[in-house]
């Protein structure tokens, strides 16, 4: 079975707009870590934001916020007031407790295109 | 430099060639990842160290995969008789130790290997 499930392969967003990128994730661990990550054409993969499972509050971090929903298994990313430079990759990932070293498993990813 | 370094950036091989790709992580990194990147897909984790030690190396697809970090600072992962199927960009992160509130892998840009 998948660890994270990204179901979007791509999307259009009209600049100035709010867009929800989707995540579920499955787990057994009682605790673990979802990220989200942003890979422009460049390559890099740039940290975006984090969520812990025993966090009371859903993540913000500036124009992201991540709608964390334990029970159905959800980190799904909100990304408000969306600029062209928010065109890019996104890829959902998981930490888990018995994980390598901190080795995160990533999702498929979504594609994210901004129209002006 | 501060952040992770990759080389080279791209890499053009022919089939059976041996290439080597190197990592030099953020100074005092403990842990160093390297995840394979397939084409419009998501990282794929291939190994883990901690210090000099692989601690992890379930993820290296077959025996051609080889990865050391002698001194504990920069690594290198060495594909041995290429093939096609190679062809990916490969991710090098780092992550200090103790990890930080949230623990996210800093990554490289990563280095593009064309296998003709």
Known sequence: AQKITQTQPGMFVQEKEAVTLDCTYDTSDPSYGLFWYKQPSSGEMIFLIYQGSYDQQNATEGRYSLNFQKARKSANLVISASQLGDSAMYFCAMREVNNAGNMLTFGGGTRLMVKP | GAGVSQS??????????????????????????????????????????????????????????????????????????????????????SIPYPRGNTGELFFGEGSRLTVL
């Open chain 2, 8 to 93: 080279p950036r791209y890499k053009v091989a022919k089939r059976g060639q041996d290439v080597a790709l190197r990592c030099d992580p953020i100074s005092g990194h403990v842990s160093l990842f390297w995840y394979q990147q397939a084409l419009g897909q998501g990282p794929e984790f291939l190994t883990y160290f901690q210090n000099e030690a692989q601690l992890d190396k379930s993820g290296l697809p077959s025996d051609r995969f080889f990865a050391e970090r002698p001194e504990g600072s920069v690594s290198t992962l060495k594909i041995q008789r290429t093939q096609q199927e190679d062809s990916a960009v490969y991710l090098c992160a």
